[in-house]
């Protein structure tokens, strides 16, 4: 129980196109998902709280306008890296909170984004 | 807000041998302490965590000790194998419903065979 998956695992792309990753609960509704980003051998760092059906909240020094993030329903939640630069490849990674668990957040498997 | 305090950085072991990893935190109302595997290129895996009504938990070759007092919390484990060899991190939140996890830098744990 509780898998998140994330797709695509990777991505290449130009600069200036947009980037959508997607991520999903598979056997569970998170009514919260998580979206961080890490660089190479450094901590995760939180990007911004998605919340189903709401706006979600993004940490400081995030932009949200190049960072969209939308959690339609309680299965799925999508960041769309808008205009990218090579200053946005990363590793994106969200998690999702099992409302069973509490305070448990498990992880997908990270998409990896390098642009060009 | 919260901080979290992750030592060693690194930390080479040989198989068979106990590796301990500990993390201290600045936050009293903080409750909940997971701590997560990542292995090369992939998410983090949450191997165990611990809330602030028990002292300590295990699950196999893997432990969590906590010490509210001291705001400290530490991983062990035992008869460690080539394939625990990974990065760890530790973290905290006060679970408040919608707070957030706060990260310790990691610990990069190198078993040799």
């Known amino acids: 129980g509780a898998v998140v998956s994330q797709h695509p695992s990777w991505v290449i792309c130009k600069s200036g196109t947009s980037v959508k990753i997607e991520c999903r609960s598979l056997?569970?509704?998170?009514?919260?998902m998580f979206w961080y980003r890490q660089f190479p051998k450094q901590s995760l760092m939180l990007m911004a709280t998605?919340?189903?059906?709401?706006?979600?909240?993004?940490e400081q020094g995030v932009e949200k306008d190049k960072f969209l993030i939308n959690h339609a329903s309680l299965t799925l939640s999508t960041l769309t890296v808008t205009s990218a630069h090579p200053e946005d490849s990363s590793f994106y990674i969200c998690?999702?909170?099992?409302?069973?668990?509490?305070?448990?957040?498990?992880f997908g498997p990270g998409t990896r984004l390098l642009v060009l | 807000g919260e901080n979290v305090e992750q030592h060693p950085s690194t930390l080479s072991v040989q198989e068979g041998d106990s590796a301990v990893i500990k993390c201290t935190y600045s936050d009293s109302a903080s409750n909940y302490f997971p701590w997560y595997k990542q292995e090369l290129g992939k998410g983090p895996q949450l191997i165990i965590d611990?809330?602030?009504?028990?002292g300590e938990k295990k699950d196999q070759r893997i432990a969590v000790t906590l010490n509210k007092t001291a705001k400290h919390f530490s991983l062990h484990i035992t008869e460690t194998q080539p394939e625990d060899s990974a990065v760890y991190f530790c973290?905290?939140?006060?679970?408040?419903?919608?707070?957030?996890?706060?990260f310790g830098k990691g610990t990069m744990l190198l078993v040799s065979p």
């Open positions: 611990i809330r602030s009504n028990v």
């Open positions: 973290a905290a939140t006060p679970g408040s419903g919608y707070s957030t996890l706060t």
């Open positions: 998690s999702a909170r099992d409302p069973q668990g509490q305070e448990t957040q498990y």
């Open positions: 998605s919340n189903e059906g709401s706006k979600a909240t993004y």
């Open positions: 056997d569970f509704q998170a009514t919260t």
